[in-house]
C-alpha cells in the first residue's frame, strides 16, 4: 500500500479550522519567494514572531498569505543586520510609523559597538607588535592619602552589567553614610580586583570615605584601606569609553613602574566630578595606581 507523504511539522498554535485559499502559499513555497529557509520559517512560527496565516487541522502543514512577505523579507534583512530575535520581536510589535526609530537606534549602537571594537584590535594588534598603543595624552599626577575608614559594596558582574551596578551602587553608599550619622570623607572610586568582560566578572568593589561611627548592613561592607601613594591621570568623559580607557591604565601603571613599586593594592577609578553634568571634553573621573615610591622619590 502507498504511504501518504509525511507530513511538515505541525505549528506549535491552534490549527485554524479555516481551509487556504489558493492565494495561500505552502511554506516551501513561501520560503522560495523570502529567500529564508524551512528551518528558519520553523523557528519564526514556533517564537510567533511569523506564524502562518492558516495551518491545516489534518496534516498540520503551514500556509502563509501574501501579505506576510513584507514581514518575512523585513525579518530576512534585520538577521542580515545580526538584529537579535528578541529585538525584532519589539520592532515587529510597535506600530509601523515606530519602526524606523528603533532600527536607527539599533544600528547606531551597532556602530558605536563596532567603533569600540575597532579600536581594541588596535590596541591589541600594537600592544603584541610592540608599537604605542597611546592616542591620548595623559599628565600623570601623584598624591599621598591617609589612611581611611570606607564603606564598600562588592560584587560579581560581568561588563554588559557594569552600568547596572555601579551608579546604583554609588547612590546607595552616599545615602546610607548619612543616613547613620557618619560623615563622606572623599570622592567614591571603583576598584576592579579581576578583569571585567563578557566572560571575567572582577569582582567590583564600589567604595566611598566616611568619617564617624557606622554598622556594616545588608550587601553594605567597612573596612580600613591603609595610607598609601597614588599616580593617577584625570580623564573626560569621553576618554572613559572603552578601550580608550585602557590608555589611561597603561599611562598609570608605567608611571608607577618607572618611580617605584606597585603594591598590594589596586588600580582604581575616582569620581570627585559630576558625572552627569560632564560634557564629552568635560573632566569625569580620575584612573589612580597605588604604588611605595623609591626612597629617592619620596
Known sequence: MTQPPSPQSPSPQSPSPHPPTSAHMTIGAFAQATRLSLKALRLYDDLGLLPPDRVDAQTGYRHYAPEQLDTARLIGLLRQLDMPLTTIRTVLDAPRGARSGLIRGYWEGAERQHDQSRALARYILNTLEGASTMTQTFTVQTRDLPTRQIATIQ????????????????????????????????????????????????????????????????????????????????????????????????????YADAHGTRGPLICREVYPYDWDGAGPDDPAGEVAWPYTPRPSES
Do not use: N, W
Open 155 to 254: 560584587k560579581r558582574v560581568y561588563q554588559p552589567e557594569l552600568s547596572g551596578f555601579l551608579p546604583p551602587s554609588i547612590t546607595r553608599l552616599i545615602q546610607e553614610i548619612p543616613s547613620q550619622g557618619a560623615v563622606i570623607a572623599g570622592p567614591p572610586f571603583v576598584i576592579y580586583h579581576g578583569a571585567v568582560t563578557a566572560d571575567s566578572d572582577g569582582p567590583v568593589e564600589v567604595c566611598v570615605p566616611y568619617t564617624g561611627a557606622m554598622t556594616p548592613t545588608g550587601d553594605i561592607t567597612l573596612r580600613e584601606e591603609g595610607a598609601h601613594h597614588e599616580a593617577y591621570v584625570t580623564v573626560t568623559k569621553q576618554q572613559f569609553e572603552f578601550p580608550t580607557i585602557l590608555e589611561a591604565f597603561d599611562t598609570t601603571a608605567a
